[in-house]
Structure formats: C-alpha cells, structure tokens
C-alpha cells in the first residue's frame, strides 16, 4: 500500500526514554523523515536519516533505521515536557514526502 | 535555518466567499513550494505542487477551480480556497523546497473555519 504507519497515541513518565515506531512502504526512498508539530503549529523537521544508514544521533534523538523490515524508530532520551508534541514519520518519494498520520506524545510527571 | 510563513494564521469566513493564504519563504529562493491540508488525527495530506512561473501540479481528487494556486515569484505562493464551504475547514501548510527537493520548510500553518 501507500501508507507510512504509526501508532496514534504514547505516553511517557518524564525523564524515562520515548520511542515512537513507523512503519514504510517504499524500499527505494532515499530519506526518511522525523518532524515535530507542536499544539496549533506548522511541523519542525527534528531529524532525517540517509536510506545507506542504519543509525543517526543527534544530542537526545536516536534515529533507527531498518531497511529490511522497512521500519524507522525514534527515541528521545530523557523526555521533557516540552517534547509534548505530534511526531510524523515521513518518506521520500520520486517527487514527494509522503507522512504518516502522527503519533501523540503525552508527558506524565 | 531557512525561515517559511504564512498569511494570516487564523482566518474565519462565511460559506461562498473566497480566502487566499499567503506563503513566502523569508530568507531563500524556493523554486518549489508545496501546499498540505491537514485533517483531524489524519496525515498531512499533498495538495499540489508550485513551482515558480508554471502551473501548478494537483495531487489526485484535488480540485484545481476550487484551491487555486499561484506561484508569482520565487519567494511568494497563494493558495485560494474559493467559494469556501464548511467541509473546507482545514489546517493548510506550505512548505518551500530550499536546496533539494529532499528538504522541505514549513510554515507555521493557517487554519480556515469556514461558518
């Protein structure tokens, strides 16, 4: 199918790691995407990964890839109440982005 | 980084009138902007695709009469919502394609509520 898939909703004691998992459709994409869209905001790209990668860190956001399987990870170590947001997942394609449907990250203290 | 906005962020009108958004990217030339609608707990969804100085290209099931765009310049697109109905009641999103078509800008988004 077309889809890129995530899970809709995680909740995250503060200070504990956030994993968000996603799912593709296009084994030739050359990138693949995280963004970050906070309440009433437009999307913040966080984080992008290179299809020949199979890791990317960059200060507390891990990026997986497993080319494989298809399937993208993000974690966010020591989650803060400011990562409170929609995370999309997204894949390049021939001449566009295509995104998932976004997963909610709730903090809890 | 590269700095994308839009005009006006909120807007309400009456069902039969037209709304344009503005999106311009601030500080670089975008030879290719995108225009998204974005549905409640749905994915970001492709309108078109702008390229400065031809037409635009429309996703599938996208009507081109209804949202018409318009890429003047390399730093200016609009999209019109015309004859806007409720059911267009949306958030709409530009992006601007800096240097590759791989990296994408956004804006900050304009919600239209359409009574």
């Known amino acids: 199918g077309e889809d890129v898939e995530q899970s809709l909703f995680l909740s995250v004691r503060e200070g504990d790691s956030s994993v968000i998992n996603c799912t593709y459709t296009?084994?030739?994409?050359?990138?693949l995407y995280w963004y970050k869209q906070e309440p009433g905001a437009g999307l913040q790209l966080l984080t992008y990964?290179?299809?020949?990668?199979d890791m990317k860190q960059d200060q507390r956001l891990t990026v997986l890839l497993n080319k494989k399987d298809k399937h993208l990870s993000l974690r966010i170590a020591d989650t803060q109440t400011g990562d409170s947001a929609i995370y999309f997942c997204?894949?390049?394609?021939?001449?566009?982005?295509?995104f998932g449907k976004g997963t909610r990250l709730h903090i809890l203290p | 980084g590269a700095v994308v906005s839009q005009h006006p962020s909120r807007v309400i009108c009456k069902s039969g009138t037209s709304v344009k958004i503005e999106c311009r990217s601030l500080?670089?030339?975008?030879?290719?902007m995108f225009w998204y609608r974005q549905f409640p707990k749905k994915s970001l969804m492709l309108m078109a695709t702008?390229?400065?100085?031809?037409?635009?290209?429309?996703e599938q099931g996208v009507e081109k009469d209804k949202f018409l765009i318009n890429h003047a310049s390399l730093t200016l697109s609009t999209l019109t919502v015309t004859s806007a109905h409720p059911e267009d009641s949306s958030f709409y999103i530009c992006?601007?394609?800096?240097?590759?078509?791989?990296?994408?800008?956004f804006g900050p988004g304009t919600r239209l509520t359409v009574l």
């Open positions: 702008s390229n400065e100085g031809s037409k635009a290209t429309y």
């Open positions: 992006s601007a394609n800096a240097y590759s078509y791989n990296e994408q800008f």
């Open positions: 990964i290179f299809s020949n990668m």
């Open positions: 500080d670089f030339q975008a030879t290719t």
């Open positions: 296009d084994s030739s994409s050359t990138y």
């Open positions: 997204a894949e390049s394609r021939v001449d566009k982005i295509i």
